[in-house]
Structure formats: structure tokens, C-alpha cells
């Protein structure tokens, strides 16, 4: 009980860090230089599908609670991924993603990872998060894409 304590006290001065940091101050767009022989290439905005609402919902649910350390896509590159040793799981991994049933994120979410016999790492979310809300965690979850090789 008193390692969970100490863990609990080092990821909320780990969250706190990461809530202190500034964002970079944006720079003004600089026009072109009107003496360039080439035009600029306009910017093209890649069309995306909508996500449905329960993705949605699943979305928001994961930036609060998850992406601090799985990151904005899963990938285990969030914030406090490299102040934990093991690092978090990449969720967007395909092997990952076939190898897990529903049932088994779910339970891993609900009861963390010592209550799974992974990393003591992740808190256990079942007293956090509804059924619901772990079901559209899930969703989410489903929905990563590996990008490149």
C-alpha cells in the first residue's frame, strides 16, 4: 500500500510538471518575398471522415486520462512516457491490437496494471471511469492507425 502511495505521490508531481510547462509563443505568418520567382504552393487540408459519437466521446475520455502518458495517438510518447520505466504501452501497435480482445482493455483499464500483472504504472480507472465511458476508451483505442513502415 505504501509503494502505491509513493507511486501515486511521483505521477502527480509528474502530471503537475506537465501542466507548469508553457506553450511556445506562435510567430506571426511572414508574407512572401515578393521577389521570389516561384509561388508558393497553397496548403491543401487533408479531408478527414467525422468521427461518430461515441468516438468522440472515447476521444476526450483519453486526452484526460490517458494521453499524459500513451500519447495523442497511442503511440506510448506522451509526456510522462519517458519518466517511466517500463514505458507505456504503444496502443496503436497492430500487433498490439490483434493480440488484445475488448474484454481484456477493458480490464486492464478498469483494474490498471497490477491488477492485470503488468506495470503498477497505469492507476486502475474502474471507480473513475463508467462502463460507458470505458467502452468508448475502447473504441477509441480501436480506431489508432500505425502511420509508416
Request: glycine share 10%.
Amino acid at each position: 500500500m505504501n509503494h502505491q502511495v509513493q507511486i501515486a505521490g511521483v505521477l502527480l508531481l509528474l502530471a503537475m510538471a506537465g501542466c507548469s510547462r508553457h506553450a511556445a509563443e506562435a510567430k506571426p505568418p511572414t508574407p512572401a518575398d515578393p521577389s521570389a520567382s516561384v509561388p508558393a504552393a497553397p496548403e491543401v487540408a487533408t479531408a478527414e471522415a467525422p468521427l461518430s459519437y461515441e468516438l468522440r466521446l472515447g476521444r476526450e475520455t483519453f486526452q484526460h486520462y490517458c494521453k499524459i502518458c500513451h500519447g495523442e495517438m497511442g503511440a506510448g510518447d506522451g509526456f510522462n512516457a519517458f519518466n517511466l520505466d517500463p514505458h507505456p504501452r504503444d496502443l496503436s501497435d497492430p500487433a498490439f491490437q490483434k493480440a488484445k480482445t475488448d474484454g481484456e482493455l477493458k480490464d486492464a483499464v478498469r483494474r490498471g496494471g497490477a491488477g492485470v500483472g503488468l506495470s503498477p504504472l497505469m492507476p486502475p480507472w474502474g471507480r473513475t471511469l463508467s462502463a460507458a465511458q470505458v467502452d468508448e476508451v475502447i473504441l477509441y483505442i480501436r480506431s489508432f492507425k500505425k502511420t509508416g513502415p
